[in-house]
């Protein structure tokens, strides 16, 4: 059963097309005006549209574009007693899913409704599935809304299942080490290890020790077979934090392991196969590393087949909320500290610093602010002197207030209240606020039970 909006100013068609339907168990809503139909889509979900062309007011072609930017998952038909073959074509475009002429026969009504709820199937279970990315996110605290870092999340969703090499790039404290977990947890090795070595925490002479491991007798000190990190990462993800700092002989032998996946470990003479997928990061310019001579450009082009670029702190204030209620549950709870908000000026300031640490910075500032307050709430004076005498931002909020045992989907919820309040109840104009579509909006109210 589906839910089947009819639009059409002959009460005739209405009638009998709203018969067809009903006897196939669908629920149906019939209009005779495109403005109704708006009118119905901003306060209920449709899963198909049945639409003329020819209608005084609102014609068929404008209510298509207007459906289908309200939500581009509602399936839509046109009608039209002109057989005009023009209007077929120009409607296919705009997003039609099919066209029928009028005096329609029930079969082939009912052959198109049914083709057409196939199609709206499988939109639902493309939405579904990407829900079911976004929960995985949300479990892995990979934290934001922005339209930046929604692309960043939408690059891990692509690239994790391949076997691709990923280059992960950005300033430090982005949470590049995160999204590299990530990838690995989104990808068919999530069962295997997923293991890490930071390039510049190790002196030079013992990086390559590490990377590809020893035999007995390698060197002094060596008095037993130790296993590198391939060894280790074997049928995983090997994650190299700052590449840029490996020394030319170690980027040598790691290229030859991109390019045959076989290496020696030190002191050894067997040849050993390896089968470890490759992700690694750096905050430096690798292109301006290679222009010094500094880092091979080979492995410049083997390791970067995927680049996914972290964006600063800076350039996403509109997820510094989300971010430091994140911080504040996390660190309050360790703390044992009831602390449910943060003060509406101090938030402020918070969102008008540019955060050279980007997400590293913040966490520490919450977490030195929540060590430093005696109240419920987090307040100007408990921040760092930096950020005490920054020049907050205008914001028409009233705080950031949330319970310590608040989930994601409950700081969604309260960003939505929020929104509301702020465009006095009026739903289209609080989705643009929060950078979300009116289809977006309308499905949380329901959700959330807000409506």
């Not at 003329?52 to 309200?70: F, S």
């Not at 602010?369 to 002197?385: K, N």
Request: glycine residues 6%; contains cysteine; negative net charge.
């Amino acid at each position: 059963m589906a839910t089947i909006l009819i639009v059409d100013d002959e009460r005739d068609t209405r009638d009998a097309l709203d018969m067809i339907l009903r006897r196939e168990d669908h629920e149906v809503i019939a209009v005779g005006s495109g403005e109704s139909a708006l009118a119905h889509l901003n306060m209920h979900e449709v899963d198909l549209v049945l639409s003329d062309v020819k209608m005084p007011g609102i014609d068929g072609l404008t209510l298509l574009r207007r459906v289908k930017a309200h939500d581009a998952g509602i399936v839509v038909v046109m009608m039209s007693g002109y057989g005009d073959i023009t209007v077929a074509v120009e409607a296919m475009k705009e997003g039609a899913f099919d066209y029928l002429v009028k005096p329609c026969k029930k079969d082939g009504i009912l052959r198109t409704v049914a083709k057409a709820l196939k199609m709206r199937a499988v939109l639902v279970e493309n939405v579904v599935l990407k829900r079911q990315v976004q929960d995985r996110f949300d479990r892995a605290q990979v934290i934001g809304s922005s339209a930046a870092w929604r692309q960043v999340c939408d690059m891990v969703e692509q690239v994790a299942p391949s076997r691709a090499t990923v280059l992960i790039t950005g300033e430090s404290g982005t949470g590049k080490e995160r999204i590299a977990s990530l990838i690995h947890r989104f990808s068919p090795r999530a069962e295997q290890p997923f293991v890490t070595l930071n390039a510049a925490a190790l002196p030079e002479s013992l990086l390559e020790a590490e990377l590809f491991g020893y035999e007995k007798g390698a060197f002094t000190g060596a008095l037993q077979r130790k296993s590198g990190r391939f060894d280790l990462a074997a049928g995983g993800t090997l994650f190299i934090d700052e590449i840029g700092e490996l020394p030319p002989a170690a980027q040598a032998k790691l290229l030859r392991v991109l390019q045959e996946g076989t290496f020696e470990r030190l002191g050894g003479t067997k040849t050993l196969r390896v089968d470890v997928r490759i992700v690694a990061a750096t905050n430096k310019n690798l292109v301006a590393e290679i222009d010094s001579q500094r880092f091979r450009e080979d492995l410049y082009y083997r390791i970067n087949v995927v680049n996914i670029d972290l964006p600063p702190l800076r350039e996403r204030p509109e997820d510094i909320p989300l971010l430091a209620a994140h911080f504040l549950r996390k660190y309050a709870a360790q703390n044992q500290k009831e602390i449910a908000a943060i003060q509406q000026d101090a938030l402020r300031r918070l969102q008008a610093y540019a955060w050279p640490g980007n997400v590293r910075e913040l966490e520490n500032v919450i977490e030195r602010a929540v060590v430093l307050t005696q109240t419920s709430t987090v307040e100007i004076e408990h921040l760092p002197p930096h950020l005490q005498d920054s020049d907050p931002i205008p914001i028409s909020s009233e705080g950031f207030a949330l319970p310590l045992e608040a989930t994601l989907a409950e700081i969604e919820r309260a960003a939505i209240e929020q929104a509301l309040k702020r465009s006095g109840g009026h739903r289209q104009t609080a989705a643009r606020m929060l950078d979300i579509g009116s289809a977006t909006m309308y499905r949380k109210l329901k959700e959330y039970e807000l409506e």
